[in-house]
């Protein structure tokens, strides 16, 4: 019912955005969408149904086929058959030595698929999620970029007054410019992966709006990398669901394999029923048969029909083919094992390199707002430590430069951690549980970092 209320909410609020341009969206309501809108996850679920037919097709076998045919006409010289005004039968399969093996190969087939459906949930609940910690990083970058712009900015201006007066050099000034250049372009390719995005976003969700805005609240807090390396550790491992998607359809292919084989000098036992009305008064039957008394008759029967192949060549080639399909699967099973367990073991390994950056870049930034507060603070007092240079306001707008360049590199690696804690979740198989313990929970918002730099009094 809560869940229900929650998709009513954000459809009548994205309604209400339809013909905007822009629109906000939190974390939650973004993955609800795309779990429900992605082409993926109902091409998934179109496979699973084609499962679960394929399923139900092989134990029908044993329930009774019903038939009806019927004709009348008129007929002169020898018969060509008995005339049946109409019959009807039935059929049905008692034994089949194959048969319980193909019932199991189709319901490995549909675990198979189920598996497969739940991995690419987590694909889209993925890519969902890193578009939107993506788009909320890349805003908040864009915000530090406009005021780090403006620093620059000032700094050109300030340096053309030297340059004017005699106190500064025509190289300071053009490197100045190049500065404020260089973060102009920085901002423009920006905002084109803003955009980018935003559109991406939009795909996903299903709703034709181009611009969106994150809502940094609503992202709740990622596991720690250690966490995650723990629960992929050889006493605690988690299987992903492509594994076990691969190793259901393995297991499929070797019951269907096992029943091709137990086809030959096996006995398949079947039921028929009939019953038929026979009227011979509009053709010379009794004529040619005369022990056909009556002109119509009732015939009936019920008989168990037992079928033991010997000889069959195309059906012993197609259990050759099916012994090399399972063969494969098996094979192919084991080999996206071992790629994926190298893949996420060297994720794991670089996601601790991306926290200790993290890390890293987060001092480096502190650094930086430790030399702008120094230099405020000796642009106000007048004073120099140990009779240093006279702190200039080119030296301030530098400073403040600096600090918002470390914050901008801070935000960027911090990324490209939060997308390893993402990519590490899928591959535990348990990104669906995190999501739902978020959505279940207040968010608790992301460590908040400064986002303006000090300004002086």
Same mark, same amino acid.
């Given at each position: ?8 909410? &954000? ?73 049946? &005004? ?43 999620? &890193? ?18 712009f403006e620093f620059a900015d000032?700094?050109?201006?300030? &340096?053309?007054?030297r340059v004017d007066a005699g ?39 299903? +709703? ?32 992903? +669901? ?172 911090? +990324? ?42």
């Amino acid at each position: 019912m809560q869940a229900a209320l929650r998709l009513a909410t &954000v459809l009548a609020i994205l309604a209400a955005f339809a013909g905007k341009s822009s629109a906000q969206i939190s974390l939650s309501s973004a993955v609800d969408l795309a779990l429900r809108n992605d082409p993926r996850v109902k091409v998934g679920q179109a496979e699973v149904n084609k499962a679960a037919a394929a399923l139900a097709q092989t134990r029908d076998v044993y329930l009774p086929t019903a038939s009806v045919d019927g004709g009348y006409g008129q007929g002169l010289g020898v018969p060509t058959g008995l005339p049946t &005004v109409f019959s009807f039968s039935s059929q049905s399969l008692l034994f089949n030595f194959s048969q319980r093996d193909n019932i199991r190969a189709a319901v490995a087939a549909l675990d198979s698929a189920r598996f497969a459906l739940r991995d690419t949930h987590d694909q889209v609940a993925e890519d969902a999620v &890193v578009t939107y910690l993506n788009l909320d990083n890349d805003q908040r970058r864009q915000t530090a970029m406009n005021q780090e712009f403006e620093f620059a900015d000032r700094l050109v201006n300030i &340096v053309q007054d030297r340059v004017d007066a005699g106190q500064d050099t025509r190289t300071s000034l053009l490197r100045a410019r190049r500065t404020a250049k260089q973060i102009e372009l920085d901002k423009l390719q920006l905002a084109d992966d803003i955009a980018a995005l935003s559109a991406h976003l939009s795909h996903l969700i299903g +709703f034709p709006i181009t611009s969106f805005t994150a809502v940094s609240d609503s992202i709740p807090a990622l596991p720690s990398i250690a966490s995650l390396v723990e629960s992929t550790t050889p006493s605690g491992q988690t299987d992903a +669901f492509v594994l076990e998607s691969a190793d259901a359809n393995a297991r499929s292919k070797q019951e269907l394999a096992f029943g091709e084989h137990r086809y030959l000098l096996r006995p398949q036992i079947s039921l028929a029923v009939n019953y038929s009305r026979i009227d011979t008064g509009q053709n010379d039957y009794t004529t040619y048969y005369p022990s056909f008394k009556s002109k119509s008759e009732n015939a009936a029967s019920v008989y168990f029909q037992i079928t033991i192949p010997i000889y069959d060549r195309r059906h012993q080639e197609e259990s050759r083919e099916a012994s090399a399909e399972a063969s494969r699967a098996t094979f192919e099973a084991a080999v996206q094992r071992t790629q994926f367990l190298e893949s996420r073991f060297k994720l794991q390994h670089s996601a601790t390199e991306l926290a200790t950056r993290a890390e890293l870049a987060e001092i480096d930034r502190d650094l930086a707002e430790e030399q702008l507060n120094s230099t405020l603070i000796q642009l106000q007092s007048g004073a120099q430590p140990n009779g240093a240079a006279v702190m200039t306001p080119e030296d301030e707008q530098n400073a403040r430069l600096q600090e918002r360049q470390r914050y901008i590199e801070l935000l960027s690696t911090q +990324f490209e951690l939060q997308q390893a804690q993402v990519n590490l979740l899928r591959q535990t198989g348990v990104l669906d549980d995190w999501l739902k313990s978020a959505l279940a929970a207040p968010a608790t918002p992301s460590p908040s970092l400064q986002t303006a730099p000090p300004t002086s009094q």
